[in-house]
């Protein structure tokens, strides 16, 4: 039967990602896709290079990789049979799959963010800010709850730049540590979300290949 | 109104296909070889409205189903809808029309359905159901023949490779009341769940409070309770009280039964899956392709479904989404071909062998006549380019073809064929000809054809069927 196919995200959960995997047992192949010269990032750091599909050492696994946000979809339309998502990503994308192991990498948090010298006052009292973010959807339903009217402006890059030049009020982004924010002027007024990695599974895959999949899932979370 | 003009660039509203000539063939071919299968197990076939009143599709039962339905009125400002399942319908016509037939009734269909919901895996707004429904039996032995039967319909629409998967609504509603959860963390919980996510589901019971230590182990152990019979022995070792030992004694029973039915190494079997926990009653099940990452078939027991329409009935059935199935067979390097005729025969030389044609056809040959009157050469170009793999004409084309080449070279024959042509053109009436002029040298008529495949051409006498059966194969 055909190696697992697992959707890695590129980015920041790459190399933990990668690390887990090898810890499990199913170190990436390094042939022909070690790094691959300049401008390779953290991809190359981490030994993936350029390449979109590798396969691990032990030839049980195929990887996928794609833009973190297009994992979850790769997974729930079985053209992945597994994924490593952020779970930000994951409640964004609202997409139909199992999500059988948490791993303890990735963590962040999305939050809510201004310019430092706004003034202080409630969100609630707000008319309908003006959001720039790369979540839409988690944006739109954390200002709704407060019964709020926001305007969502989607980004795809530099979220923390719209304040700054009056695109938007307010920011719903990822934080690490805080420093993009800080170095920015901006400050955290709310917590949307805790993030983290998530292992998602296809449901199809799931059922057709258990024994595989239970296999794979048992060896990550004894690896994490 | 907002005025409307053909426009050639979206002549289609979203939602809704064509199916062309090989994607229709592969369909009816479905429908036919579940129709065999409906026959075989006695299920008689009913057919449905295709709108109804809103009020009567949107029941509270299918609440999800319900946001997705086409709504519009009619002329006395009625609510109509579209049907977004056959199910409904269905229950429909027995609370309201067949409550006091003898029992249990099998009803199939087959038919479109319409839903508001985003294209997926190869299904759109509009998309073709068949399925069956089980009505006035309740138990096991019902839940098992539904079961088997949704395995003998993957099997008869041509899928190479499938499962199903069965659970049952009872144990995790028997676990829910043993928790007795506040209604959010409840409604959180059954999420977690539903993803199996396990870490999650652990994270909601810690902030649950005090939940008995039995309780705990049975919500943990439950995102894992997938897999082959022997998750039911599991899970039967961690009820706490007679629902959940009663759902799994159901599916012990049916999985009895699906062995006896010869489908048991088909069927897996999960307790987590809590999707639809409002509508069904008893079992629920889904059926999954390799290729295709989401269900292509899903059923169970609805037992409180009949009784709003009427008198309640005991219910299981399922659906399958034919438009699904299309797409599994290809993942699985199934190709439709296109259809095409076994054989393109001119008769323009010869109209009266077009009894010929017609005793072809009687024996079950796909024949196509040449409508322009094409020469052999053209003829053949013209089948192979429509993969039509043979073609054939009367053997005195090819001769009276020869005489033509003869008289053109004497200098009289192009002229007269020029005549020929505008005769046909001006009196259709004359011998029936098209714009061919080979029968204006009349010979008689041998009965052999001249028959061309990739082989070449061969000459073949009209009535020797058995050697062109031969020739076919």
């Not at chain 2, 037992?303 to 699985?332: C, H, K, N, S, Y």
Request: charge should be negative; proline fraction near 6%.
């Amino acid at each position: 039967m055909a190696a697992l196919t697992m959707a890695l995200p590129k980015g920041r959960l790459t190399e933990d990602a990668l690390g887990c995997l090898a810890r499990a047992g199913h170190a990436i192949c390094s042939n022909g896709s070690g790094p691959s010269g300049p401008g390779g990032g953290v991809e190359a750091a981490a030994g993936v290079g350029r390449k979109l599909i590798l396969e691990s050492v032990d030839g049980q696994l195929r990887f996928v990789l794609a833009k973190p946000a297009d994992v979850p979809i790769f997974v729930e339309y079985g053209a992945a049979d597994l994924g490593i998502a952020g779970l930000d990503v994951l409640r964004e994308a609202e997409r139909d799959v199992y999500e059988p192991l948490s791993l303890p990498f990735g963590h962040c948090r999305l939050v809510v963010a201004g310019p430092a010298g706004r003034p202080e006052r409630n969100l609630r009292l707000e008319r309908s800010p003006k959001v720039a973010t790369k979540f839409p959807r988690l944006a739109e339903a954390f200002f709704r709850k407060q019964g709020l009217a926001p305007e969502i402006i989607v980004m795809s890059g530099s979220v923390e730049l719209a304040p700054l030049v009056g695109l938007a009020d307010l920011i719903v982004d990822l934080v690490q540590t805080g420093t993009t924010l800080r170095e920015n002027g901006l400050v955290e007024l709310r917590v949307v979300m805790e993030s983290h990695a998530v292992l998602i599974a296809n449901r199809a895959s799931y059922r057709l290949r258990l024994a595989e999949m239970r296999a794979l899932i048992d060896a990550l979370a004894a690896a994490v | 109104m907002l005025a409307q003009t053909f426009s050639v660039d979206r002549p289609l509203p979203e939602g809704v296909r064509d199916l062309l000539f090989a994607d229709a063939v592969a369909i009816r071919g479905m429908a036919s070889a579940l129709r065999a299968i409906w026959r075989n197990w006695s299920y008689h076939e009913i057919i449905l409205p295709t709108f109804e009143y809103a009020a009567t599709l949107a029941t509270d039962v299918g609440a999800e189903i319900d946001a997705e339905m086409y709504r519009f009125l009619d002329r006395q400002g009625r609510t109509l809808a579209l049907r977004p399942d056959m199910t409904i319908p269905t229950a429909r016509v027995i609370g309201t029309r067949l409550y006091d037939q003898a029992m249990p009734i099998r009803a199939s269909y087959i038919g479109s359905v319409f839903r508001y919901e985003p294209p997926r895996a190869g299904r759109q707004h509009e998309f073709i159901q068949a399925g069956v429904e089980l009505i006035g039996a309740p138990g096991r032995a019902a839940d098992a023949e539904v079961v088997a039967l949704a395995v003998a319909a993957l099997h008869a629409v041509g899928l190479p490779e499938y499962r199903i998967t069965l659970g049952h609504v009872g144990f995790f509603r028997g676990l829910l009341g043993a928790l007795a959860l506040p209604e959010r963390l409840a409604g959180r919980l059954r999420l977690a769940v539903a993803r199996k996510a396990e870490a999650e589901v652990a994270d909601l019971l810690s902030s649950a409070g005090t939940v008995a230590a039995a309780a705990r182990r049975a919500l943990l152990a439950l995102p894992r309770l997938t897999g082959s019979t022997a998750v039911l022995a599991e899970a039967e070792e961690v009820c706490l009280n007679p629902g959940m030992a009663h759902a799994i004694a159901d599916l012990q029973a049916s999985a009895k039964l699906l062995d006896a039915y010869g489908v048991a190494d088909l069927v897996t079997y999960d307790l987590a899956e809590v999707r639809d926990l409002d509508y069904y009653t008893g079992i629920t099940f889904e059926g999954f392709a390799p290729g295709l990452g989401t269900s292509l078939i899903s059923g169970g027991r609805y037992d409180d479904l009949i009784g709003r329409f009427g008198p309640a009935q005991p219910a299981v059935g399922w659906a399958l989404t034919l438009d699904q199935v299309l797409v599994a067979r290809e993942m699985q390097g199934i190709v439709q071909p296109e259809p095409a005729a076994d054989i393109l025969v001119s008769v323009a030389a010869r109209p009266e062998s077009l009894a010929w044609v017609g005793e072809a056809r009687a024996r079950g040959l796909q024949v196509e006549v040449d409508p322009l009157g094409l020469e052999p050469e053209a003829l053949w170009a013209a089948a192979r380019g429509r993969g039509i793999p043979r073609v054939a004409w009367p053997d005195e084309v090819r001769g009276n073809r020869e005489q033509e080449v003869g008289n053109r070279a004497q200098g009289t024959g192009s002229r007269e064929q020029e005549i020929g042509t505008c005769g046909a053109a001006h009196d259709h009436g004359e011998q029936g000809a098209g714009p061919t002029t080979y029968s204006l040298v009349p010979t008689p008529y041998a009965g052999a054809w001249v028959v061309r495949d990739a082989n070449g051409p061969r000459v073949l006498a009209a009535g020797d069927w058995e050697e062109l059966a031969r020739w076919l194969r």
